[in-house]
């Protein structure tokens, strides 16, 4: 039985909440221009449109609910004896909503602003527009504290050094194509960890997990839950 878990996350915890995916057939990828919407030349170039597109993500999000796999998640995070450390690089809060506690968001929050020009944060109202002020310099550099492509996720040094405690790394509905988080797998194999994919269908890194179970979140991650609860009790 596992004692500290690292457990990576990504859109496909959320997908069966309503928020969409990124890479898969309908994901938002295929809707939008990530270089347009997610780096910052595309804020610099258009900072209303890349603000429409989070204030969209924000609502989708305010309407969405955790699902079974969130709770799955917050449960094993709330039993005695057990070290489980949560990265996502969900922007969502429904973990959070779940119940869970100290989520690393790799790649940001909707729910959190930024000042580009005095590096202040602060809760995001519902709607975000260019010319809001900040409130600490009242500059209007406001964006939304979202990690964008050319941008270094944020906690690395948190997340591996909770790897690197680890006895378990699982990685739950992320396709594998963006790093560093994609590379945690790997980090995890080299330092001796075993390593478990939760995931839809096997990831573009599939091959380097040890063990994998595929299928939908809210079936696959309660299950293996429920499993490591079975384990718990089963005597040794
Ligand atoms: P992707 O859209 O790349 O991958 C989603 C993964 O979830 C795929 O492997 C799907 O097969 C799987 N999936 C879909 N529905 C599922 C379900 N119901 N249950 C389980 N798995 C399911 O999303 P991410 O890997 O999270 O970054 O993308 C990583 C980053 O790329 C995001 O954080 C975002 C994006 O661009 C930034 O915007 C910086």
């Given at each position: 039985m596992p004692k500290r878990i690292v457990i990576l996350s990504g859109a496909g915890l959320s997908a069966e909440s309503g928020l969409g995916?990124?890479?898969d057939t309908d994901g938002l990828w295929t809707q939008y221009d990530l270089s347009e919407v997610a780096t910052p030349e595309g804020f610099a170039a258009d900072p209303a449109k890349v603000h429409g597109f989070y204030n969209a993500r924000r609502a989708n999000c305010l309407e969405a609910l955790p699902n079974a796999a969130h709770h799955a998640l917050a449960a094993l995070q709330a039993r005695a004896g057990l070290e489980v450390t949560l990265v996502t690089q969900n922007v969502d809060d429904l973990l959070e909503r779940a119940g869970a506690h100290d989520v690393i968001h790799m790649h940001g929050q909707l729910t959190r602003a930024l000042c580009a020009g005095c590096g202040h944060r602060w809760d995001a109202p519902r709607t975000m527009a260019p010319e809001?002020?900040?409130?600490a310099c009242n500059r209007s550099a406001t964006r939304p504290d979202i990690v964008w492509f050319g941008e270094i996720p944020y906690h690395m040094d948190a997340i591996e050094d909770a790897l690197f405690r680890a006895d378990l790394f699982v990685s739950i509905g992320t396709s594998g194509e963006v790093?560093?988080?994609?590379?945690?797998?790997?980090?995890?194999?080299?330092?001796?960890?075993?390593?478990?994919?939760?995931?839809?269908?096997?990831?573009?890194?599939?091959?380097?997990f040890s063990d994998?179970?595929?299928?939908p979140a809210t079936d696959i991650v309660p299950a293996w839950v429920a499993e490591l609860s079975g384990a718990d009790r089963a005597p040794s």
């Open positions: 995916t990124f890479r809001d002020p900040c409130p790093y560093p988080a994609a590379g945690l797998v790997q980090e995890a194999r080299v330092a001796g960890i075993p390593t478990l994919e939760l995931n839809l269908e096997p990831s573009s890194g599939s091959a380097l994998a179970r595929y299928g």
